[in-house]
């Protein structure tokens, strides 16, 4: 199982003092909170893409991923979402192969649709398309990566011909994916089908909707061949407040509650931790609360929480991993180590998806002419000049 | 078999006029149907008024409100009965029927009743509701009953009720001849991977 943290990266003033951050600090603030998630010995951290203010989440999370790459050793870095709609899926192949190559494999992504409306125009796409865009793009990510030369054409961009995505996948394995989506069932057919992963947020909405979408999701995963329902690879999100004294969990979160983006000066904070998987309160509750999660998704992967969102200073942000890394995190991997039944995998890492291939190779494309102008490798290969991953 | 009345009453005050016309409505309806066995939800949009703003502001309604809109959902029949303020439906009334989920009462029977201070805003069921419910693809009953404050307490009362028989008549025949259509749940009815692929990119 592997514990870690999402940022959908808002700029968000803080209603306690008034304040808030610039861009700059917001986007320091994130690199701090990303090297403390590795050192407080948290397995992974997301970072969603935004285009419009109040975030600065990166636009291509694989700017921010990269500098992550290079200050931290250890941690998963992977995305929170990338959006499949409105990006080229030839830039999303191109740029996630890069990273991992920069990263030493230690990267995932996960695809989302995006739920902001004037985005779609922005990148000349219409945002009642997008589930034929997700579905469409994706498929011509899948096949990027995996195949050296592609021949392809679709709705949505121009066709390609004798087009090699470079740089190939490192070790011939490509990234692993998830899919993220709140209540669209064909994003969890989607995931299904190829056998990928299936992120549910699980958090600003009744955790009913995560349940419906991932038993649909593991019902389909079982259909397609992949494995049996219990063997899919589930991903969970979580929003958390923690102090050691619940009461005080409440009330230092109440502010940040009331103002925040998404459910502010709508529902209490009592209404809202009822009726949602949100959480303000101590450890013990955390621990107790996230295991129950178990019981209506069965067992999971990956569990992700939001903790820098709707204002907290940075402070108390990394005071929140501290908490989480020492007295939360430590109890739920031994406790849901000891409930996962042998057969339940854990989470994909570019390990296990080399050594499922049977080994790494390197999967470079060799043009053998032309190599000021890029000639096509269609034209221009030679047997001994490619070594290709082709499987 | 059971047919299923929901009825929606948007009245804010306690007694309302808008529930006693829904009220009389539900009893024409329920007298029409003769032998069949009714059961009737009443929901009172006063009751959830909190609840659905949270739900427009958050996207899901809170338990107490699913049961309501569940009720909807599953009625063969719907009753709406709202006060007429500024010349349309009250805008509690229009934030229930905004957080109803998508084709709702398509194909669905429904029987137009709506309250105001003088008959001069009886016309606002044929400018306001009836669009509304055109929109969202209801079998809206032609008949509808408009109750202005003088039609409670004079001669013209007695006009009001059998304004409400004819409008209940009517309405089952409506009801007895188009039974609702079942939701399909899209958790269950879903369309193969393969499907999507080809409808992506059919030009």
Known sequence: MQFGIFTVGDVTTDPTTGRTPTEQERIKATVAIAKKAEEVGLDVFATGEHHNPPFVAPANPTVLLAHLAAVTERIVLTTSTTLITTNDPVRLAEDYAYLQHLADGRIDLMMGRGNTGPVYPWFGKDIRDGIPLAIENYALLHKLWREDVVNWQGKYRTPLQGFTSTPRPLDGVPPFVWHGSIRSPEIAEQAAYYGDGFFSNHIFWPASHAKQMVQLYRRRFEHYGHGSADQAIVGLGGQVFIRPNSQDAIREFRPYFDNAPVYGHGPSLEDMMAQTPLLA???????????????????????????????LPLKTVLEQLDILGEQVVPVLRKEFAALKPAHVPDAPTHASLVANAGGGHDATVYAAADDVTGGSPDESRTPAATNGDRR | MTTRIAVITAGITDPSSTRLLADRLTESVVRALGGHDVAVDLIEVREVAHDVTNNVLTGFASPELQERLDAIVAADALIVSTPIYS???????????????????RGKPVLLGATGGTARHSLAIDHALRPLFAYLGALVAPVAVFAASEDWGSIEAGRLGSRIDRAGADFVRIVAGAPAPRATDPFEDITPFEALLADASRA
């Open chain 1, 281 to 311: 309160g101590s450890p013990q509750q955390v621990i107790e609360a996230t295991l129950g999660y178990r019981d209506y998704v069965g067992d999971y992967q990956r569990q992700l929480w939001l903790m820098d969102h709707a204002g």
């Open chain 2, 87 to 105: 010349a349309s439906y009250s805008g509690l009334f229009k934030m229930l029927i905004d957080v109803l989920p998508k084709d709702a009462l």
